[in-house]
Protein backbone atom coordinates (compact mmCIF):
# COMPACT_ATOMS: atom_id res chain seq x y z
CA UNK A 1 0.00 0.00 0.00
CA UNK A 2 1.26 3.71 -0.51
CA UNK A 3 0.39 6.49 1.59
CA UNK A 4 1.02 9.81 0.20
CA UNK A 5 1.52 12.61 2.83
CA UNK A 6 2.35 16.40 2.60
CA UNK A 7 4.88 18.12 5.01
CA UNK A 8 6.07 22.18 4.80
CA UNK A 9 3.83 22.59 1.21
CA UNK A 10 6.26 19.17 0.00
CA UNK A 11 4.71 15.97 -1.10
CA UNK A 12 5.84 12.50 -0.46
CA UNK A 13 4.98 8.74 -0.65
CA UNK A 14 5.98 5.74 0.74
CA UNK A 15 5.51 2.43 0.05
CA UNK A 16 4.01 0.26 3.48
CA UNK A 17 6.14 -2.74 2.51
CA UNK A 18 9.27 -1.08 2.34
CA UNK A 19 9.42 -0.68 6.00
CA UNK A 20 12.90 -1.94 8.03
CA UNK A 21 12.60 -2.53 11.72
CA UNK A 22 15.44 -0.98 14.03
CA UNK A 23 15.18 -2.71 17.13
CA UNK A 24 16.62 -6.41 18.41
CA UNK A 25 14.52 -8.93 18.90
CA UNK A 26 14.17 -10.21 21.90
CA UNK A 27 14.71 -13.35 23.20
CA UNK A 28 13.54 -14.72 26.54
CA UNK A 29 15.58 -16.72 28.19
CA UNK A 30 17.96 -16.46 25.48
CA UNK A 31 20.84 -13.95 24.39
CA UNK A 32 19.84 -10.31 24.82
CA UNK A 33 21.85 -6.80 25.27
CA UNK A 34 23.15 -5.89 28.82
CA UNK A 35 23.69 -2.82 30.57
CA UNK A 36 24.48 -2.40 34.21
CA UNK A 37 24.93 -6.22 34.21
CA UNK A 38 21.20 -6.26 34.31
CA UNK A 39 19.15 -9.65 35.14
CA UNK A 40 18.32 -11.33 31.59
CA UNK A 41 14.91 -10.95 30.75
CA UNK A 42 12.74 -14.21 31.41
CA UNK A 43 9.06 -15.60 30.14
CA UNK A 44 7.55 -18.68 32.44
CA UNK A 45 4.43 -20.33 32.12
CA UNK A 46 1.42 -19.62 34.88
CA UNK A 47 0.83 -21.96 37.45
CA UNK A 48 -2.12 -21.80 38.78
CA UNK A 49 -4.43 -23.60 40.78
CA UNK A 50 -2.96 -27.25 39.49
CA UNK A 51 -2.73 -25.16 35.45
CA UNK A 52 0.43 -24.96 33.76
CA UNK A 53 0.54 -21.99 30.96
CA UNK A 54 2.42 -24.50 28.29
CA UNK A 55 1.34 -26.63 25.57
CA UNK A 56 1.94 -30.17 26.25
CA UNK A 57 0.71 -33.70 24.88
CA UNK A 58 -1.36 -31.23 22.76
CA UNK A 59 -3.10 -29.83 25.47
CA UNK A 60 -3.70 -26.77 27.42
CA UNK A 61 -2.39 -23.78 26.21
CA UNK A 62 0.53 -21.36 26.44
CA UNK A 63 -0.11 -18.23 28.95
CA UNK A 64 3.48 -16.48 29.69
CA UNK A 65 4.44 -14.63 32.74
CA UNK A 66 7.34 -12.57 31.83
CA UNK A 67 10.08 -10.29 33.39
CA UNK A 68 12.01 -7.74 31.75
CA UNK A 69 13.89 -4.66 32.42
CA UNK A 70 12.78 -2.36 29.78
CA UNK A 71 15.84 -0.38 30.10
CA UNK A 72 18.97 -2.81 30.55
CA UNK A 73 18.37 -5.67 28.25
CA UNK A 74 15.92 -4.86 24.63
CA UNK A 75 15.47 -1.96 22.41
CA UNK A 76 13.06 0.26 24.29
CA UNK A 77 11.78 4.20 23.44
CA UNK A 78 11.77 6.67 26.80
CA UNK A 79 10.11 10.43 27.83
CA UNK A 80 10.97 12.46 30.03
CA UNK A 81 9.54 10.46 32.97
CA UNK A 82 12.66 8.41 32.60
CA UNK A 83 14.44 11.01 34.51
CA UNK A 84 11.34 13.57 36.38
CA UNK A 85 9.51 13.14 39.05
CA UNK A 86 6.11 13.69 37.52
CA UNK A 87 3.96 11.15 36.15
CA UNK A 88 4.81 11.58 32.36
CA UNK A 89 4.19 8.25 30.51
CA UNK A 90 5.62 6.80 27.07
CA UNK A 91 1.82 6.11 26.29
CA UNK A 92 0.82 9.50 26.47
CA UNK A 93 3.98 10.94 25.07
CA UNK A 94 4.53 8.80 21.68
CA UNK A 95 1.47 9.02 19.01
CA UNK A 96 1.59 6.64 16.01
CA UNK A 97 2.72 9.37 13.41
CA UNK A 98 4.99 9.13 11.33
CA UNK A 99 8.56 11.55 11.00
CA UNK A 100 10.97 13.00 8.72
CA UNK A 101 13.91 11.15 9.95
CA UNK A 102 17.95 11.63 9.12
CA UNK A 103 19.89 8.62 9.07
CA UNK A 104 23.82 9.45 10.26
CA UNK A 105 26.55 6.65 10.73
CA UNK A 106 29.49 8.34 12.83
CA UNK A 107 32.41 6.83 14.25
CA UNK A 108 33.22 7.43 17.37
CA UNK A 109 36.61 8.90 19.31
CA UNK A 110 38.45 8.85 21.76
CA UNK A 111 37.26 11.31 24.75
CA UNK A 112 40.53 12.91 25.15
CA UNK A 113 41.03 13.72 21.35
CA UNK A 114 38.13 16.38 21.18
CA UNK A 115 37.83 19.86 22.49
CA UNK A 116 34.17 19.07 23.51
CA UNK A 117 32.81 18.55 26.93
CA UNK A 118 30.43 16.67 29.14
CA UNK A 119 29.37 17.80 32.93
CA UNK A 120 31.98 14.85 34.37
CA UNK A 121 35.22 14.75 33.67
CA UNK A 122 36.47 12.21 31.07
CA UNK A 123 38.69 9.22 31.04
CA UNK A 124 41.24 7.94 29.52
CA UNK A 125 38.23 4.70 28.34
CA UNK A 126 35.63 7.36 27.23
CA UNK A 127 34.95 7.45 23.68
CA UNK A 128 32.67 10.03 22.23
CA UNK A 129 29.99 11.02 19.51
CA UNK A 130 30.51 14.96 19.16
CA UNK A 131 29.09 17.71 17.70
CA UNK A 132 31.74 18.13 14.88
CA UNK A 133 30.44 14.67 13.58
CA UNK A 134 26.91 15.42 12.65
CA UNK A 135 26.63 19.40 12.35
CA UNK A 136 25.47 20.19 9.03
CA UNK A 137 24.12 17.05 7.99
CA UNK A 138 20.49 17.37 9.94
CA UNK A 139 17.82 18.27 7.72
CA UNK A 140 15.67 21.79 9.03
CA UNK A 141 12.16 19.68 8.46
CA UNK A 142 13.94 16.65 10.17
CA UNK A 143 11.96 15.84 13.36
CA UNK A 144 13.56 12.49 14.16
CA UNK A 145 17.43 11.31 14.28
CA UNK A 146 19.14 7.92 13.95
CA UNK A 147 22.62 7.62 14.66
CA UNK A 148 24.51 4.47 13.77
CA UNK A 149 27.78 3.69 15.70
CA UNK A 150 30.48 2.32 13.18
CA UNK A 151 32.21 -0.40 13.43
CA UNK A 152 28.19 -2.07 13.09
CA UNK A 153 28.80 -4.84 14.17
CA UNK A 154 26.38 -8.06 14.81
CA UNK A 155 27.64 -8.40 18.15
CA UNK A 156 25.21 -5.46 19.20
CA UNK A 157 22.28 -7.63 19.36
CA UNK A 158 23.86 -9.42 22.20
CA UNK A 159 26.42 -6.85 23.83
CA UNK A 160 27.49 -6.25 27.44
CA UNK A 161 27.62 -2.78 28.12
CA UNK A 162 30.01 -1.47 31.01
CA UNK A 163 32.73 1.27 31.50
CA UNK A 164 35.49 0.45 28.60
CA UNK A 165 32.75 -0.09 25.49
CA UNK A 166 29.45 2.48 26.68
CA UNK A 167 29.95 5.25 23.63
CA UNK A 168 27.80 8.65 24.42
CA UNK A 169 27.64 11.86 23.10
CA UNK A 170 29.71 15.36 24.49
CA UNK A 171 27.36 18.12 25.55
CA UNK A 172 27.76 20.37 22.25
CA UNK A 173 25.99 17.20 20.28
CA UNK A 174 23.11 16.62 22.28
CA UNK A 175 22.49 20.16 22.76
CA UNK A 176 23.20 20.90 18.99
CA UNK A 177 20.41 17.92 17.99
CA UNK A 178 18.36 19.37 20.85
CA UNK A 179 19.21 22.74 18.93
CA UNK A 180 17.67 21.29 15.55
CA UNK A 181 14.45 20.19 16.93
CA UNK A 182 14.73 16.76 17.02
CA UNK A 183 11.88 15.15 18.77
CA UNK A 184 12.53 11.35 18.04
CA UNK A 185 16.41 10.58 18.60
CA UNK A 186 17.42 6.60 18.08
CA UNK A 187 20.54 5.07 18.65
CA UNK A 188 22.25 2.20 18.83
CA UNK A 189 23.93 2.48 22.56
CA UNK A 190 22.11 1.85 25.59
CA UNK A 191 22.45 5.25 26.88
CA UNK A 192 22.97 8.74 25.25
CA UNK A 193 24.90 9.22 28.36
CA UNK A 194 28.85 8.31 30.60
CA UNK A 195 27.78 4.63 31.74
CA UNK A 196 28.68 6.65 35.24
CA UNK A 197 28.21 10.17 35.64
CA UNK A 198 27.43 10.30 39.34
CA UNK A 199 23.53 9.89 38.35
CA UNK A 200 23.63 13.52 36.84
CA UNK A 201 21.90 11.86 33.32
CA UNK A 202 22.96 15.11 32.04
CA UNK A 203 22.71 14.68 28.26
CA UNK A 204 19.12 13.20 29.33
CA UNK A 205 18.23 16.58 31.00
CA UNK A 206 19.68 18.53 28.29
CA UNK A 207 17.72 16.76 25.18
CA UNK A 208 13.97 16.19 27.22
CA UNK A 209 14.47 19.96 29.18
CA UNK A 210 14.67 21.64 25.83
CA UNK A 211 11.91 23.43 24.63
CA UNK A 212 9.54 21.36 23.60
CA UNK A 213 10.25 19.52 27.06
CA UNK A 214 7.01 17.02 27.45
CA UNK A 215 7.15 15.60 23.85
CA UNK A 216 10.38 13.83 22.96
CA UNK A 217 11.61 10.34 23.11
CA UNK A 218 14.93 8.84 22.88
CA UNK A 219 14.93 4.84 21.74
CA UNK A 220 18.28 3.12 23.00
CA UNK A 221 19.55 -0.34 22.02
CA UNK A 222 18.24 -0.19 17.96
CA UNK A 223 20.01 -1.98 15.76
CA UNK A 224 20.43 -0.35 12.28
CA UNK A 225 21.36 -3.20 9.60
CA UNK A 226 24.56 -2.40 7.20
CA UNK A 227 22.11 -2.82 4.43
CA UNK A 228 20.42 0.69 5.58
CA UNK A 229 22.06 3.51 3.32
CA UNK A 230 22.66 7.06 5.68
CA UNK A 231 19.99 9.49 4.43
CA UNK A 232 16.37 10.62 5.07
CA UNK A 233 13.66 8.24 5.69
CA UNK A 234 9.82 8.24 7.17
CA UNK A 235 9.52 6.92 10.66
CA UNK A 236 6.94 5.62 12.91
CA UNK A 237 7.64 4.12 16.43
CA UNK A 238 5.53 1.18 17.73
CA UNK A 239 5.40 0.28 21.33
CA UNK A 240 2.64 -1.29 23.65
CA UNK A 241 0.47 0.65 26.10
CA UNK A 242 2.91 0.92 29.02
CA UNK A 243 1.81 3.82 31.37
CA UNK A 244 5.23 4.10 32.31
CA UNK A 245 8.44 6.14 31.49
CA UNK A 246 9.48 3.90 28.66
CA UNK A 247 8.72 0.73 26.84
CA UNK A 248 9.96 -1.93 24.75
CA UNK A 249 9.71 -0.42 20.94
CA UNK A 250 9.72 -1.31 17.56
CA UNK A 251 10.75 1.67 15.16
CA UNK A 252 10.05 1.23 11.53
CA UNK A 253 11.61 3.34 8.67
CA UNK A 254 9.83 3.51 5.60
CA UNK A 255 11.71 4.93 1.79
CA UNK A 256 10.52 8.36 0.62
CA UNK A 257 9.58 9.28 -2.89
CA UNK A 258 9.53 12.96 -3.43
CA UNK A 259 6.11 13.69 -5.28
CA UNK A 260 7.27 17.46 -6.18
Known sequence: MEIVFKHSNNSYSINQSSGKSLSIPYYYNGDQPSFYNADKGSAKPMEQNGFIGLVKDKAGCNVMNINQNIHCTGTHTECAGHIMSDSISINDVLNHEYYLTELISVSSISALETNEKYHVSFSKEDRVITKGMIEGKIPEIASGLIIRTLPNLLSKMNQKYDTTNTIFFTKEAIKYIADCKIRHLVVDMPTIDKYDDDGKLGNHHLFFENNPPYKKTITEMAYIGNEIMDGSYL????????????????????DIKDND
Open 235 to 254: MTIEIPPMVLDAAPSRPFIF
